[in-house]
């Protein structure tokens, strides 16, 4: 009896949320893309996969090896938190935020400096005409 193993994998790829189904059965690979859109919840995912997997067009089979290591639970589970940790579910798309926060914070720190030299340039004149003001008065 063959063993079925099925993984799936959401990212970001520029500007949409992908999931990428595997499946391997009987030592071939086939695999399907979905764009979701949206950063889809995890209820979301599961009840896509509940409704959506029959109906999803997965590509032709390729030949894979398939590995067969035992991991303890807990590794397994360790990993899954540390790979969640490190890359996140959506650090591409906090990153391109993050980005985003810093161009907006430079634009205004320009838009702000513009906007104190011409408030002292305006003092500067106001102050010279007043002085030239007192000036011819004599």
């Known amino acids: 009896m063959d063993k079925v193993v ?51 067009k997965f590509s032709p089979s390729v030949d894979v090896t398939v590995k067969q290591d035992v991991v303890n639970p807990k590794r397994r589970q360790r990993e899954a938190r540390r790979q969640s ?15 985003q926060r810093e161009e907006n914070k430079l634009e205004r720190k320009v838009i702000s400096r513009e906007m104190k030299e011409a408030e002292k340039r305006r003092q500067f004149e106001l102050k010279q005409q007043k002085r030239k003001k007192k000036h011819r008065g004599r």
Do not use: C, M
Not at 25 to 50: H, N, R, W
Not at 88 to 98: C, N, P, R
């Open 85 to 99: 940790q490190v890359l996140g579910i959506g650090t591409k798309s906090q990153q391109a935020l993050q980005l």
């Open 6 to 56: 099925g993984k799936l994998t959401v990212y970001f790829e520029d500007p949409f949320w992908v999931g990428i189904f595997e499946r391997i059965d009987g030592g071939k690979l086939s695999v399907a893309k979905v764009t979701f859109g949206a950063e889809p919840k995890d209820y979301e995912i599961q009840e896509f996969v509940s409704k959506n997997y029959y109906n999803l």
